[in-house]
């Protein structure tokens, strides 16, 4: 796993970094950095729970079916959107019934969440 900061546009318009996984950044088509020069130099939390004080960024909730019936689950996963664009738009890049593939598992978007601030 490599790590990079990426530049996110908040809903303010400000541009913030995001530390993300890169392969993961790469695996979902559609999300593109945000663009312009960081504006606010400090890293937005996206593993904090979601009652914790600041920005937490916008996401996708992605979900994957594993094993046979009667051993079978879903797994969730979460994975910070960097520009509002990338949601928006008609048709938007990444929509819910998206798929992407990561790590040899393709992975269905359940549902997006929204930025929220405290």
């Known amino acids: 796993m490599a790590f990079k900061d990426y530049k996110y546009e908040g ?26 020069d960081v504006t606010k130099p400090w890293h937005l939390e996206t593993s904090d729970s979601r009652k914790s004080f600041g920005i937490k960024p916008r996401y996708i909730v992605a979900t994957r079916a594993f094993g046979v019936a009667p051993n079978n689950g879903v797994r969730r996963m979460t994975v910070t959107i960097l520009d509002p664009n990338n949601i928006e738009g008609d048709p938007p890049p990444i929509n819910v019934g998206s798929t992407y593939t990561y790590k040899g598992n393709t992975w269905t978007v359940s549902s997006l969440v929204g930025e929220t601030e405290k």
């Open 11 to 36: 809903d303010d318009g400000e541009v913030y970094l995001v530390r993300m996984d890169t392969a993961l950044f790469d695996a979902v088509a559609g999300n593109t950095e945000a663009s312009g």
